[in-house]
């Protein structure tokens, strides 16, 4: 066993207990009836009169973690430690429900589902004792391979801020602060404590900020993370631009800002660049390094009080001194939220392929599947690192079949052997997947003898792709700490060639966090549909959609290109081979560089299949005197099943000498309709979210004139079109 297995086990034992409580002797010296214990007090009340009654060294211990995962408690004043946990999508504190993972909760573009998705994590925090959710992480999706693309919400700031908005917002109701991460421009593993991020500031606001300003403003969000990586040659724990004068000063950010783990590098430049809290542990914010800057006066006493400040706002006003944070009433296994966990996996799911309308399965027809692949079974829940939760009972594709399907269907598991690199098993002359020289030490990729079931078969399932639970040097791992190949792992493309040969009627599954290359078995498969990591519950939806139980409503949110040189960020994304990070594609990140280069994605953004079609129309535009303007229109399923269809709007600007995308989202609804109901439904976008960030003024513009309305359910499929005018200075 690894050490870092070995260290996650053990932390999981330690969280597993509830804190030291104080000891009754120093219970008995806490001074009562002061302010800063009366819940009944205003927050900044409670704060003045707490500041006073720490000494130097107190608040220089507060400011630094004081275990791995926690804060110093001040015992002398009552004061415990407060707990911290990863966990985005399952807490990492022992055993824990595992929801969707972030891009397939962008895949559902259901803001209410991501809303349920937070409460959930909140009420599996509180039955563990957490104070802080370390998540969401809102960086955003730029190149296919990026360990932590499956955390993320994708490549556009709206669906990213709107979704992470949410989460927070759900996560928080239940007494846990959010965290949002990685504060900024940390979009790749490769090198990620060194690499340094050029990205020019119209690029930062425009697309890597947002999500983070709305988070702030809208959602109210109580703890920001500082990423490891330098930005514009300032490490982002250090840089008063980006922690004070930005976040702090111009979006009125309330909260704390901590360190990613070991991210602090000084003391002086990190005391004044803004960071409120060094985790794990105060490695350069102590009190030796520390207390001769404040001394000197390099580091003034309001600095170190305003960082106290903050950390006691979000202790005050999370109730964290005024009750328990551990909840007796939560079962850690909390069966309130199966369904949360459920309808995430289904609605996330997107079905990208579907030839000859293979899908959905009648269990009429269908007597024999067979599954193989590596990832049929055991279950892929979730990616790799600090996102990795031990869930309580996972659903497996194999198993997810077995027990959808019903008795009446024998559903066959194939084993998986890892082929070599360039292996052909189905070369002239030879009988495909016969030949007992193929596989790891001389196996085949599964035994001959089941060429007569992938042949007889109903349909082949093949279940492809990552997984976050091989070791971190394996080919099939994607997560933290290490950016992933475009290509799929060893053997499996071999796999999928060789399969098809033998079944026309072939389903392949892909479990990752972006897109894969493609080139040479796209054409030739007839399904594909992409689960990205979908949870404990993912093989019960995938099988409900596979026999036509749950209709796939999930879509893209992010462009899938035919190959990865077609990608914005291709020669600028640092890998070992050209180790710069300069982020030239500016703000044609995503579907906007295809739009701008002309190029045809395989799949565009904001695409997916459905069982039913829907018909969208009567579009209506109506403007107020601000400035903002509503869309209405009407969406209809004209199909025989209930389906929900996610409408997109999007807004291209006037022509100016500015070069901005050809369109952006704006806004999106998501809505379920049974079959040949209609439903009129409305978005409604404000002036400002018009505007584009000027570098010579500092400030949004928003420029004068006619803006094309574009209505439809994916971005290069909008039926629908209007205008609206803006004038220079409206009423």
């Not at 015992?75 to 055993?95: C, H, K, Q, W, Y």
């Not at 004068?245 to 909260?255: A, D, I, P």
């Not at 044609?588 to 565009?604: A, M």
């Not at 574009?710 to 220079?728: A, F, N, P, W």
Request: net charge negative.
């Amino acid at each position: 066993m690894d050490s870092s297995k070995v260290r996650y086990l053990i932390l999981s034992f330690v969280w597993m207990f509830p804190i030291t409580p104080i000891p009754a002797q120093e219970k008995d010296a806490i001074p009562s009836g002061q302010i800063y214990q009366d819940a009944s007090q205003p927050v900044e009340a409670r704060i003045d009169d707490l500041l006073p009654r720490l000494t130097l060294e107190e608040k220089i211990n507060l400011i630094g973690g004081g275990a791995y995962m926690q804060t110093h408690a001040v015992s002398r004043l009552g004061i415990p430690e407060f707990r911290m946990t990863d966990g985005p999508f399952g807490v990492r504190a022992g055993p824990s429900r595992v929801y969707a993972c972030g891009l397939a909760l962008a895949a559902s573009w259901d803001i209410d589902q991501a809303r349920k998705v937070g409460v959930a994590l909140g009420r599996d925090c509180r039955a563990r004792g957490i104070n802080i959710l370390l998540a969401p992480g809102m960086n955003l999706y730029r190149a296919p391979f990026s360990g932590r693309n499956f955390e993320y919400f994708g490549e556009d700031p709206l669906l990213t801020g709107e979704l992470g908005c949410a989460y927070i917002q759900g996560v928080q109701s239940q007494g846990v602060a959010a965290t949002m991460k990685h504060f900024v421009a940390n979009e790749q593993e490769f090198n990620r404590r060194g690499l340094n991020s050029e990205v020019d500031e119209r690029t930062l606001r425009e697309l890597y900020l947002k999500p983070f300003e709305m988070a702030v403003k809208k959602a109210g969000v109580w703890c920001a993370m500082d990423s490891y990586n330098p930005l514009n040659g300032t490490h982002t724990t250090e840089s008063d631009w980006l922690n004070n004068q930005v976040l702090k000063g111009e979006w009125e950010f309330k909260g704390l800002v901590m360190s990613d783990w070991k991210a602090a590098v000084s003391t002086l430049a990190t005391a004044n660049g803004g960071l409120d809290l060094e985790m794990p542990s105060p490695k350069f914010l102590n009190s030796q390094a520390l207390q001769p800057l404040i001394n000197a006066g390099q580091v003034t006493q309001a600095t170190l009080d305003d960082k106290v400040r903050r950390i006691f706002r979000v202790v005050f006003s999370m109730g964290w001194m005024d009750r328990p944070q551990l909840d007796n009433s939560i079962p850690k296994d909390d069966p309130q939220n199966d369904q949360v966990a459920l309808d995430g996996a289904r609605e996330g799911i997107v079905l990208l392929k579907n030839s000859g309308n293979i899908l959905p399965l009648n269990p009429m027809n269908v007597k024999k599947v067979v599954v193989l692949g590596p990832n049929a079974d055991p279950a892929v829940a979730v990616g790799g690192g600090s996102a990795h939760a031990n869930y309580t009972h996972a659903v497996s594709v194999f198993q997810g079949l077995k027990d959808v399907a019903g008795p009446n269907v024998d559903v066959i598991r194939v084993p998986w052997s890892i082929l070599p690199t360039g292996t052909d098993i189905a070369a002239p002359g030879k009988t495909p997947l016969a030949s007992t020289t193929y596989g790891a030490e001389g196996n085949p990729p599964f035994p001959p003898a089941s060429i007569d079931d992938i042949k007889s078969a109903d349909v082949a399932v093949i279940c492809v792709g990552y997984n976050g639970q091989s070791a971190r040097t394996g080919p099939d791992w994607e997560g933290e700490d290490k950016d992933r190949a475009y290509d799929l792992p060893p053997g499996q493309v071999a796999m999928i060639e060789a399969v098809v040969k033998l079944n026309p009627h072939t389903v392949v599954i892909l479990n990752a966090g972006g897109s894969v290359a493609t080139a040479g078995w796209i054409g030739d498969v007839p399904v594909l549909l992409d689960a990205f990591y979908p949870g404990q519950a993912g093989g019960t939806a995938l099988a409900e959609i596979l026999f036509g139980k749950v209709n796939p409503s999930g879509k893209l949110p992010f462009s899938w290109e035919k190959r990865w040189e077609d990608c914005a960020a291709y020669g600028n994304f640092p890998t070992e081979a050209s180790k710069g990070n300069d982020y030239k594609e500016g703000v044609f990140l995503g579907y906007r560089w295809f739009d701008r280069k002309g190029i045809e994605p395989l799949f565009p953004f904001g695409f997916g299949l459905s069982y039913t079609t829907f018909a969208y129309s009567n579009l209506e535009l109506q403007s107020s005197p601000s400035g903002d303007f509503t869309a209405t229109f009407t969406v209809q399923n004209n199909g025989t099943v209930p389906g929900a269809e996610i409408a997109q709007l999007y807004v291209a600007p006037p022509s100016t000498g500015v070069p901005r995308p050809m369109h952006e989202l704006k806004g999106f609804v998501r809505t379920a309709l049974q079959p040949g109901e209609s439903k009129q439904v409305g978005i409604t976008v404000a002036r400002e979210d018009l505007g584009y960030w000027d570098p010579a003024t500092k400030k949004w513009t928003v420029t004068p004139g006619q803006y094309q309305i574009e209505v439809g359910s994916s971005s290069r499929d909008l039926g629908l079109k209007g205008s609206v005018t803006q004038v220079e200075k409206p009423n």
